[in-house]
């Protein structure tokens, strides 16, 4: 595993921060040295909160749709990375700064790399992050509660422990 993500930093870089789940291959004192050694910082998901991971479990879902759906892994791959995200960009013209040849023929202008304005790439992902969050907010009635003070009584749910006889 760590040749592949070597492979993958050589080609596109290496991350400030890897996110990956608690498997044993990331919690290896190998993988530790290896972190260490690249100079990323190595941060896990939490097991018992699923939705810390669902950005993740999403992506994999949607490249095994597309694979399953072509016969051609390559073209499954190109028509993900030509697809546009909700930020109006796809995959690759963020990546490469341009859009790929596809199958279906484009516009030849539009494989001239041109960089999209990286503010407006942030400024689009913050305003749909703010419309998510507010949307499941609204939807799971999540209210601010007020500031805990010290001495103030709270109640503590206990997740998976086991009394000892």
Known sequence: ???????????HRIPDVLISHNGPQYASEVFVRFAKE????HVTSN??????????????????KLLRK???PYVALMS???????????????RMGRQ????????????IPKWPYLTEVKDKDTELC???????NQRHRVKNLAPLNPGDRVW???VGLVERS
Do not use: W
């Open 1 to 11: 595993m760590i040749v592949h993500l070597k492979s993958i930093f050589s080609r």
């Open 38 to 41: 690249f100079g990323f910082q």
């Open 47 to 64: 097991q018992r909160y699923a939705q810390s991971n669902s950005e993740a479990e999403r992506a994999v879902q949607t490249i095994k």
């Open 70 to 72: 072509n016969k051609n």
């Open 80 to 94: 993900y990375r030509a697809t546009p995200l909700s930020n109006g960009y796809n995959p690759a013209e963020l």
């Open 100 to 111: 790929i040849q596809k199958k279906v023929p484009v516009k030849p202008e539009t494989l």
């Open 130 to 136: 703010d419309n998510q969050k507010r949307n499941y």
């Open 156 to 158: 503590i749910r206990a």
